[in-house]
């Protein structure tokens, strides 16, 4: 699969603003039905929350983040079941179409190619594939990632290895469902907020990302040219908000990596 087939935008936004994050959300989707409405959309209304808890595992050099792979477990626990990804990320689009990521059962695995949008207008390119489980995987060797995707076999890594808990960092996530904006002469553009936790999560968030995304159209074989130009509106117009968007802050993975030294 070398055709991208969705587009997804992502700000970080300041975490201060959601120390109440019902209040702080409720606002925030305030924002953005007001931006829609100059934009000639509209929003409906959304506030379902999931709760996750996620973990990046690496080696002890962290090997794989080296070669532009992050290995992702995100516990689920609406649906109870784990959601294992690896993910090649690079900002050059020939080196992610020549990723690999294959699975040893890929009609079970969730294949994707997209392109991530970071402020102000930077593309990031990235391929993707992802397995269920109801039960946690055992993951404590490279041998037993490879077991899952044998393309991690290519970077030469001895099979006893250990995989570690990246900083021992597993974060309490939530992600709420926030909006999906209706520019009427597209598919709607859906909006959530996630927010990263050291532990309770009545507190403060570590981190907080308004994503929003879109996929491209099956039947046509190409995005909705429209949708593109106002999802493109809507995160310029994102950015100008004064006390909403941090521009120094770090992506989710990165402060994983790098954001308790």
């Not at 516990?75 to 699975?103: G, M, N």
Request: hydrophobic share 35%.
């Amino acid at each position: 699969m070398n055709t991208i087939t969705s587009r997804e935008y992502k700000l970080i936004l300041n975490s201060g603003r959601f120390q109440d994050r019902n209040a702080g959300s409720e606002a925030f989707q305030d924002l953005i039905d007001f931006l829609a409405g100059q934009l000639g959309g509209e929003i409906k209304r959304q506030q379902k929350e999931e709760m996750r808890r996620t973990t990046y595992l690496d080696t002890q050099d962290f090997e794989l983040r080296r070669a532009g792979y992050a290995l992702r477990l995100r516990h689920e626990k609406d649906d109870d079941d784990y959601k294992l990804t690896l993910k090649f990320r690079s900002p050059d689009l020939i080196l992610a179409e020549d990723a690999s990521v294959e699975t040893t059962d890929d009609r079970r695995a969730e294949m994707k190619f997209e392109e991530d949008l970071m402020p102000p207008f930077r593309s990031v390119f990235s391929r993707s594939s992802a397995i269920r489980f109801k039960k946690e995987p055992e993951l404590s060797t490279v041998h037993d990632a490879t077991g899952i995707f044998p393309a991690l076999k290519r970077l030469g890594l001895a099979e006893k290895t250990k995989l570690l808990t990246v900083n021992g960092f597993r974060p309490a996530e939530i992600f709420r469902k926030l909006c999906k904006v209706d520019f009427r002469k597209a598919d709607p553009i859906k909006l959530g907020l996630s927010f990263w936790y050291a532990g309770n999560t009545d507190y403060w968030p570590l981190i907080a990302e308004c994503a929003f995304d879109f996929e491209w159209d099956p039947a046509r074989e190409r995005f909705d040219l429209d949708q593109v130009r106002r999802a493109n509106e809507l995160f310029r117009v994102l950015q100008k908000q004064p006390g909403w968007f941090d521009a120094e802050a770090t992506t989710k993975t990165r402060y994983a990596y790098e954001g308790l030294f």
